[in-house]
């Protein structure tokens, strides 16, 4: 079944943000992104001796008047970013009323929109249990976008995922772009490898984590036996009561703290999504209130 | 075990209705979540683990059962029936005059009473205690106490009675009791030998062997030359016991040393005559004693008064013709004088104790007004006088024969006695009219021609309808005994009867113009009495000499009263029949402190309850 992952209007109000790029990347292609080398921009960098062979019409004739010298004007470089989404496709992600995947969808399709509309390419790859499936290839433009972005409907959410066991061995491109992770963090797999992968390839990471309220706030009450939905075999049995509330809070305050210290070793951005929270407001507030968008 | 509420079980209904709830909330809801990881973790962070939390659900069903079931039977009641627990008494105390027949240092009354109190401090704390009083009167002295500190103390307040007490009103109470509690406990305590008893306790209570006792005492003038020179007593001594000599003492004017005694030899359960003459005719009181000490010494004395010592009455006769009626009243020892009709006036003439108004019927006589400072006698009558509280209405020729009174009133019979049948002869009456209140004693063809009552000044008025002189009343027999008893009438003393039996009531006249009139009883005690009517009553509880004293006009005037110990009473073991409580017994007892325990088995199940609902809050989220 077709999902509408994000509406038209909606994608209209988050053209006019721009990604936050914290450091100067170096990219492949050209882009809207400044460059740590010198290149075509419009954007004024510095000057140097002219050598035979330069592009004459970078020759500033008012020094060459002032100091009779040819002199030559550098300009920065802009390079195309390669943004990565990974979408975390387990069924953990898409059990029950959460709508975890519903907005892990909606997440990556806003992201995606704010990198092509910053000329970036952009692709997009659910991860089920310790592969990449990419779902999005190389998208640039909006004309691409439009046209592609729909198969994000067909992200099936199922099975377990190792994040880890997938994103290392991928090619990724070197300093050339953000990833972004987008995962409930819900499992008992080491997914701190991935991210200090994407981090030591200088990539800009973000780590989304998308939790649903019933996760953060479970009214389960008396004797309940949770069955694990990724794994029939383990299941939890209990008369939940007062103090074993207390307890899971505990435990999901643990398990922020964890990737948030994971992410802030390694530069990384971190953000935790509600299932529920309008996207509205994540992008026009939270996003913005974090520093990630600006 | 009983349940005074038995509908309160009722509420148990509430136990499988819980049991149901328990089941259905105590599975466990299965349910599929994203991961399990979180409530995994979170066991490490549990901060302790009470192996009781296991037992938390069924601990709770458990206790909520047993508020379920303690507030059950806190509705429903129960009596149980426990050795030794608390029970509602009920005693039934004979307190006739027998009861103070003494057994050694104390009466059978102190027996019974110890008795009583013997089962009250044995009894179980929160058992109720009711006494029925049988004496002159039949009363519940508490019903349904329940300290046992304050029966007791009203206990030791009772006192033996000097009546003839009977057991029936005892018995219709019991009963009554009976049908309401039929686990309450009887006890009878009497010194009546009780042939058939029923769901009683009969304690007996008969001690005391020996009693003497006096009756039917009396005496008489010896008359020597015309006067009274040596007294005669006379009675019966009684040997309630077995066979005795007894001494009969006689004593003058309450004297330390006896005037005379006799030696009497009484046989077993009998009684002998005694006479006993004395040398002395002048005297208040003669008292007669037996000697011999036994254990009811209350029957051996008997006080006599002299009913002839009092006032002497001054009279004045308003007759042209008073020889007759003169000499009537002089022969009652009063002092008369007489004056003409025509030179009598209210207020010239006063003072006397008695007015007589003799008209003839030659020359009619009628006073303008009723004196007002003593009693008034009508004789042949010719015209109403205000106040006197009756007209005439004419002369009627006498065809028929007299009769004397037949009504049952205790005062027509005593105005009669001594009379007979004899006829009374009157050649014509006057026809009266009654406007006030009268006794009347003698009628001539249905006209009361002799009535006596009191007049409009409230002093005693006695009218004859007829003239002396033209019939045989004055001179025949039935005459003089009339006249002696309206004599005796018109100047009434304030107790006609001197010797009377305890329990009995007494009519007391209230003499014209007395103000106020008491009586103090033998052991002191004073009670002033109604002097609105012309009679008083006063009941007797007490064996012994009564003093009787009136302020008549500012002159004190007393009177003496003995009542003796009533004679069914001195028989040292008297056999009834039966005292039977008619109904099948309950054998229920009560722990006594089921109102404390209730308010406890409230409590208990309020708390509970309340852990319940916190318990399903927490649980549930029931709100």
């Known amino acids: 079944m077709a999902r509408k992952v994000i509406d038209e209007e909606f994608l209209g109000q988050i053209e006019t943000l721009q990604m936050l790029v914290k450091n100067n990347v170096a990219g492949m292609f050209g882009g809207n992104h400044k460059s740590k080398t010198y290149g075509s921009s419009c954007e004024f960098a510095d000057y140097r001796e002219y050598a035979p062979g330069d592009d004459i019409t970078k020759i500033d004739w008012n020094a060459y008047a002032r100091f009779e010298n040819l002199y030559t004007k550098l300009f920065l470089d802009e390079r195309q970013m390669h943004t990565r989404i990974y979408i975390d496709a387990s069924r953990s992600m898409g059990f029950g009323k959460g709508k975890k995947d519903e907005q892990s969808l909606r997440l990556a399709a806003a992201f995606a929109y704010l990198s092509v509309c910053e000329m970036d390419k952009v692709s997009i790859y659910a991860v089920r249990d310790d592969k990449l499936e990419c779902v999005i290839s190389g998208m640039l433009g909006k004309e691409a976008y439009i046209s592609s972005i729909g198969k994000l409907n067909d992200v099936e959410f199922y099975g377990d995922s190792k994040l880890s066991e997938a994103i290392v061995p991928s090619t990724v491109g070197y300093g050339d772009g953000m990833s972004i992770i987008i995962s409930d963090f819900l499992t008992d797999n080491d997914f701190s490898a991935a991210i200090n992968h994407l981090a030591d390839k200088k990539r800009h990471v973000l780590c989304a984590q998308v939790l649903s309220k019933e996760e953060l706030n479970p009214k389960a009450r008396g004797k309940m036996h949770f069955f694990d939905s990724e794994n029939g075999s383990k299941y939890y049995r209990k008369n939940i009561s007062r103090e074993i509330i207390s307890a899971y809070k505990q435990a999901v305050d643990y398990v922020v703290e964890r990737i948030k210290t994971v992410c802030a070793s390694r530069g990384v951005d971190y953000m935790l999504v509600g299932a529920e929270d309008s996207i509205g407001d994540l992008f026009f507030n939270k996003l913005v209130s974090e520093g990630v968008l600006k | ?623």
């Open chain 2, 1 to 623: 075990m009983s349940f005074l509420q038995p509908l309160g079980f009722l509420a148990l209904l509430a136990i499988p209705v819980l049991i149901i709830i328990y089941i259905i909330k105590s599975k466990y809801t299965e349910q599929v979540i994203p991961s399990t990881y979180l409530w995994e973790l979170s066991e490490r962070f549990l901060k302790r683990k009470n192996p009781l939390k296991a037992i938390t659900g069924i601990l709770s069903l458990i206790l909520q059962i047993l508020a379920v079931v303690f507030i059950a039977l806190a509705i429903a009641h129960p009596v149980f029936v426990v050795k030794g627990g608390a029970n509602d008494y009920c005693f039934v105390l004979d307190s006739s005059a027998s009861m103070n027949v003494v057994d050694g240092n104390k009466t059978r009354f102190d027996s019974a009473k110890e008795e009583i109190k013997r089962v009250i401090s044995s009894s179980a704390t929160g058992s109720t205690y009711t006494l029925i009083c049988a004496g002159d009167t039949t009363d519940v002295v508490f019903n349904g106490l329940d300290d046992k500190k304050s029966a007791i103390n009203q206990i030791n307040q009772l006192s033996s009675s000097y009546s003839t007490g009977g057991l029936d009103n005892a018995l219709m109470r019991a009963q009554k009791y009976f049908e309401s509690n039929s686990s309450m406990q009887f006890y009878l305590v009497t010194d009546k030998t009780i042939e058939n008893v029923q769901n009683v306790n009969y304690v007996l209570v008969n001690g005391g062997k020996v009693n003497y006792g006096l009756t039917d005492t009396s005496y008489i003038y010896n008359m020597s030359d015309g006067e009274s020179t040596t007294t005669t007593v006379t009675g019966k001594v009684w040997s309630y016991s077995g066979d005795a000599t007894l001494t009969v003492e006689v004593f003058i004017d309450g004297a330390s040393i006896p005037a005379n005694s006799a030696r009497v030899q009484v046989g077993g359960n009998s009684a002998t005559d005694f006479s006993i003459e004395i040398s002395s005719a002048d005297f208040s009181s003669i008292t007669v004693s037996v000697k011999e000490e036994d254990d009811l010494p209350e029957d051996n004395t008997v006080i006599l008064y002299d009913k002839t010592e009092g006032d002497s009455y001054e009279v004045l006769i308003i007759s042209k013709t008073p020889y007759l009626i003169k000499a009537a009243l002089e022969a009652a020892n009063m002092s008369c004088t007489v004056l003409a009709p025509e030179k009598y006036s209210k207020e010239t003439c006063q003072g006397y104790s008695l007015y007589v108004f003799d008209s003839d019927d030659d020359k009619p006589f009628t006073p303008d007004a009723l004196p007002a400072d003593g009693a008034v006698w009508f004789i042949n009558p010719t015209g109403s006088v205000e106040k006197s509280g009756f007209s005439t209405r004419g002369r009627s020729e006498a065809g028929g024969e007299t009769t004397l009174s037949t009504s049952s009133s205790t005062r027509v019979r005593n105005l009669l006695k001594g009379t007979s049948s004899d006829d009374t002869t009157l050649a014509s009456y006057v026809k009266c009219g009654q406007t006030g209140l009268f006794y009347n004693l003698m009628y001539c063809n249905g006209d009361p021609v002799i009535f006596a009552g009191s007049n409009g000044h409230g002093n005693r008025e006695v009218v004859f309808a007829f003239d002396w002189n033209l019939s045989d009343f004055p001179l025949s027999f039935n005459g003089r005994a009339l006249v002696n008893n309206l004599i005796n009438y018109t100047f009434p003393s304030l107790a006609d009867e001197t010797l009377v039996v305890s329990g009995e009531t007494i009519s007391l006249n209230v003499l014209p113009g007395c103000k106020s009139l008491k009586v103090v009883s033998p052991s002191g005690e004073e009670e002033a009495l109604d002097t609105s009517g012309t009679i008083s009553e006063y009941m007797l509880k007490e064996v012994g000499e009564y003093t009787v004293t009136a302020d008549v006009g500012g002159i004190k005037k007393t009177a003496k009263v003995f009542a003796q110990f009533p004679e069914k009473e001195r028989i040292l073991n008297v056999t009834e029949t039966n005292f039977v409580l008619t109904g099948e017994p309950g054998t229920e007892r009560r722990d006594g402190r089921y109102e404390d325990i209730l308010y406890i088995f409230i409590i208990l199940a309020v708390l509970i309850m309340a852990d319940w609902a916190v318990y399903c809050y927490e649980q549930y989220q029931l709100r």
